[in-house]
């Protein structure tokens, strides 16, 4: 009798067992769908947000997060500051800044000569200068015979350029005016672009220009962003729901294969009676 028993109990918790297991393994996983998106872009696509373009520089998978990538050519000023005394390249060449009095409006570029080569160009004179107490020589040898030639007279005066406030000249491809002259420095302007960069994560909130998005990728190629941030809440609610509701049948098929075990173990216990 007591054995019959314990069957009629195994056996319902196998039931018990048999129908979180179906429901386990049947049960499908709701995904994060983003419906009636924004945007759906690839790698290339433009972004229009609040009269602002963007392009969609790339999109990758790095350690299995994929991140998106914006980019925005953006018109602006750009400035370059120059210290007085320090080297600066202008025309391939390079010049010393030099900026002179309390309250300058003006700067100038020294030209920096290259004694070096200077010296290496001409075959009648040696290569290095040579020092002797009244000062610096080159040493210049014509007709068989060397003579000291005073380093000053020898290199030719180096070049001046002086430019005042409002001045425009050419700068590293650019054409720059300068905006400011102190005692300490002169600082140049000029109208550039610079790249503003926006990295985008999966599942996160974004802000593109004055909007805020839910960014999310359903592959690696493909990016979506919504402004419907509540309904991509409601969805990870759902989400989070349904594994809470998976996880409590795993311990159900858990508790009950246990239970049965334990039932038919308790048969192989010699009655005392």
Do not use: C, K
């Amino acid at each position: 009798m007591q054995r019959r028993a314990v069957a009629v109990y195994a056996a319902l918790f196998l039931l018990v067992a048999g129908v979180a297991g179906v429901l386990t393994a049947t049960a499908e996983s709701p995904e994060i769908a983003l419906e009636n998106p924004d945007f759906e872009v690839s790698e290339g696509d433009p972004v229009e947000v609040d009269g602002e373009t963007y392009t969609v520089a790339g999109i990758s998978e790095e350690d299995s997060t994929v991140i998106g990538t914006l980019e925005q050519e953006e018109t602006t000023e750009l400035s370059e500051t120059w210290t007085n005394g320090s080297t600066v390249s202008v025309d391939d060449r390079e010049w010393t800044v030099e900026i002179t009095g309390d309250d300058p409006s003006a700067f100038t570029l020294v030209e920096v000569l290259d004694r070096q080569a200077i010296l290496e160009s001409d075959d009648d004179a040696d290569n290095q200068t040579v020092e002797r107490d009244d000062g610096e020589y080159v040493a210049v040898t014509q007709g068989g015979e060397t003579t000291l030639v005073p380093a000053d007279e020898y290199f030719p005066a180096p070049e001046e350029r002086s430019y005042t406030t409002g001045d425009s000249f050419e700068y590293d491809g650019e054409t720059v005016t300068v905006d400011e002259v102190t005692s300490d420095q002169a600082v140049v302007v000029w109208e550039g672009t610079q790249t503003n960069t926006i990295e985008i994560e999966q599942d996160t909130t974004v802000t593109i220009g004055e909007t805020e998005f839910i960014a999310h990728f359903p592959d690696a190629s493909t990016m979506t962003l919504s402004t419907d941030i509540e309904g991509y809440e409601a969805q990870v609610a759902e989400i989070d729901q349904f594994e809470q509701y998976n996880s409590g049948l795993t311990r159900v098929l858990i508790l009950s294969l246990f239970s049965v075990i334990l039932l038919l173990s308790t048969t192989f216990i010699p009655s005392r009676y």
